[in-house]
């Protein structure tokens, strides 16, 4: 059982920045994906930001609305993601979550933008951006 915690939420002007870490309970991992995901108030779930590595390779992967704005890395430990989200929007408003396929290697957007490849999901950390 892998348990996963994001933290790193709150409230900020746009333009401003936050940076949220998922964290992994204590486990390591030679390869795995992770997925952050957000919902706005009354939207459905979409997906934000990936990476996927085993071994020597990664890749990283973003929806177009946050790409060249967010960031998404892990730390040499391999148990913690983190999502560094700058000129933020109003639009960015959102419950965000943290998902992980462990132990596997997802090559492209169209499989790690999907929710069903993960198997644990954090519990969220909310988002708010004002004008």
């Known amino acids: 059982q892998v348990q996963l915690v994001e933290s790193g939420g709150g409230s900020v002007q746009a333009g401003g920045s936050l940076r949220l870490s998922c964290s992994a309970s204590?486990?390591?991992?030679?390869?795995?994906?992770v997925g952050w995901f957000r919902q706005p108030p009354g939207k459905e779930r979409e997906f934000v930001a990936g990476?996927?590595?085993?071994?020597?390779?990664?890749?990283?992967y973003y929806a177009d609305s946050v790409k060249g704005r967010f960031t998404v890395s892990r730390d040499n430990a391999k148990i913690t993601v983190y999502l560094q989200m700058n000129s933020l929007k109003p639009e960015d408003t959102a419950v965000y979550y943290c998902?992980?396929?462990?132990?596997?290697?997802?090559?492209?957007?169209?499989?790690?933008?999907?929710?069903?490849?993960?198997?644990?999901w954090g519990q969220g950390t909310q988002v708010t951006i004002s004008s």
């Open positions: 990476i996927t590595w085993s071994g020597g390779s990664s890749a990283t």
């Open positions: 998902a992980a396929s462990p132990s596997a290697y997802y090559s492209g957007i169209s499989y790690a933008s999907r929710p069903g490849i993960y198997t644990y």
């Open positions: 204590g486990r390591t991992f030679s390869s795995s994906t």
